[in-house]
């Protein structure tokens, strides 16, 4: 098998090299309690797509610090008793891609809600100030500011929780088969939401981003994904005299320290060669959970398309759903 991180054995034992904030938790019950006190607002506005199977809506909901967060929202046709449901997240800068790639769990009767990330490429708007720069990407936003509460993707976090919340709250929905999947950045907000939202059935977290930042930075892979950390050293601390307080502030929006507040059953998926999510920083997350968890390894592939994974990430949704 080829090796661009560590051996297989070692990755499996690996548990991360940045660090988790002293007050970690106390940030994240503050982050929760805001959520918990936001009129979320939700407005189900019917779609112009149109599907003999599905009814299908652009969902807003009112995101912590004010911004309009959209999703695409999907319910089978004349629903009968409560359905399972499926959440979907998507890779960064993106969207949450077509109304037709959807429809295979809406026919097979699972509601689903896809987020679109504020301030990236789909319909959410970000409202939120930030001091300090926001050059080049999303992680290092809100880095500067002398609030940690202001970190973009606390919020974000808080995005997917609130779109579980909404979606787990309808009358139709069986709040107790509720699943999540996403790739890259989605695989990332797929273990933050499962992290946030304690009753979340199960997840599929593809290659997932945001782990272990400090393992990206010693394995000079701060490039594609990651690069936005480079450039903000060059430009803000050329020197690194800010280099511990950094890591350590990336450590509340850190995937590896929340893994441990999973519930959820997970399918952890993995290419051996990905060298924009390294696999080492993708086992750190998985190695601190302590729920039911399997990991699917694709030792040919890196940060790409896998062959059958959607199908296995159906399956493992129908599993779900037939489960009595």
Sequence with gaps: ????????????????????????????????????????????????????????????????????VHCKFLKPKNISGKCPAVLQFHGYSGD??????????VAEGFVYAALDCRGQGGLSDDTTSYRGTTLNGHIIRGLDDPDPDKLYFRNVFLDTAAMAKIVMELPYVDETKVGAHGGSQ??????????????????????????????????????????????????????????AFIWNKLGYIDNVNLAPWIKADIKMVT??????????????????MTCKRTHVLYPDFGHEHLPQLSDITFQYMMEMKEDK
Excluded at 187 to 206: K, Q, S, Y
């Design 271 to 288: 290419g051996l060669l990905d060298t924009t999510c390294p696999p080492s920083t993708q086992f750190a997350a998985y190695n601190n």
């Design 1 to 68: 098998m080829p090796v661009v991180d560590m051996p297989l054995p070692k990755l499996e034992a690996y548990k991360g090299v940045s660090p988790k904030p002293n007050d970690f938790d106390e940030y994240w019950d503050r982050a929760r309690a805001d959520l918990a006190k936001q009129d979320l607002a939700p407005e189900f506005i019917p779609s112009t797509f149109t599907s003999s199977i599905a009814d299908c809506y652009d969902l807003y909901f009112t995101g912590v610090g004010g911004s309009r």
């Design 186 to 243: 989605g695989g990332a907000l797929t273990l933050a939401c499962a992290a946030l939202v304690p009753t979340l059935n199960r997840a599929v977290p593809t290659y997932p981003f945001l782990c272990d930042y400090k393992r990206v930075w010693d394995m000079d892979l701060d490039v594609d994904a990651y690069a936005e950390l480079r450039a903000f050293f060059r430009r803000h601390d050329p020197l690194h005299e800010r280099e």
């Design 96 to 105: 949450v891609g077509d109304w037709t790639e959807k429809l295979a769990y």
